[in-house]
């Protein structure tokens, strides 16, 4: 006999006890994170400009943009995933919309939720912090710091979201319900950024590392002449 499920997420038979429905719409919660977003890049903006120019402002909003939502928003999951869902706040209710294409953020440390949580912490407790050391590296114009951390945070940032990619397409049964909206905008939309523009942030620093590699040898020969 089939149990009609009390939740909207898949596999149906997923006991979410306490389970509390979202009282913000998708679109209502898409728009109080983006007037977020939008708030939170325009005052570090105001404040960078000063000292960050150029290609150097947009790498230093993405990485504000980055140890924000890390230290904010992933934080609050890593502190409340066990009651998640019968919390009823705004933030509770955009994890709640979000596991919609990935069931094992709701789930509360039961199932295959261990290799979640560990991501979700490491990017809280390492990742984040190395963006905003990235910020202050450079405001603080010290470029041997900004590169090193840049290129440790990017590369962390691509591995986190093959290995949940890869998770999820080898998983056994889908954590994501089957509307196409939710796998291509909530799972790939929403992740595909951290893998795309780390890339680009990753070479970028290889590139100007391997060029101060390069005079700085050019100098050591000129010098040993």
Not at 111 to 132: D, H, K, R
Request: proline fraction near 4%; include cysteine; aromatic fraction near 12%.
């Amino acid at each position: 006999m089939n149990v009609e499920a009390s939740h909207p997420y898949v596999p149906e038979w997923l006991d979410l006890a306490g389970y509390v429905a979202p009282e913000h719409g998708a679109l209502e919660l898409c728009a109080i994170m983006g007037t977020a977003v939008v708030l939170v890049l325009a005052l570090a903006c105001t404040v960078l400009r000063r000292r960050v120019r150029g290609t150097e402002l947009a790498a230093a909003l993405w990485f504000v943009l980055c140890g924000t939502m890390h230290c904010t928003f992933e934080l609050y999951f890593v502190l409340h995933y066990r009651g998640l869902a019968a919390r009823r706040d705004v933030v509770a209710s955009m994890w709640k919309e979000y596991a919609k294409s990935d069931s094992r953020y709701m789930q509360g440390g039961t199932g295959n939720f261990a290799p979640v949580l560990a991501q979700e912490a490491s990017t809280v407790f390492v990742v984040g912090p190395l963006c905003w050391l990235t910020v202050y590296a450079m405001w603080t114009r010290r470029s041997a710091v900004r590169e090193l951390s840049q290129l440790a945070a990017s590369v962390m940032h691509m591995q986190s979201v093959l290995l949940y990619f890869g998770a999820e397409l080898l998983a056994r049964e889908p954590s994501c319900r089957p509307e196409p909206q939710y796998f291509y905008m909530y799972f790939v939309g929403a992740n595909l950024p951290w893998l795309v523009v780390p890339l680009v942030l990753a070479t970028s620093s290889v590139t100007r590392m391997r060029a101060q590699m390069a005079i700085a040898r050019a100098a050591e020969k000129t010098h040993t002449l």
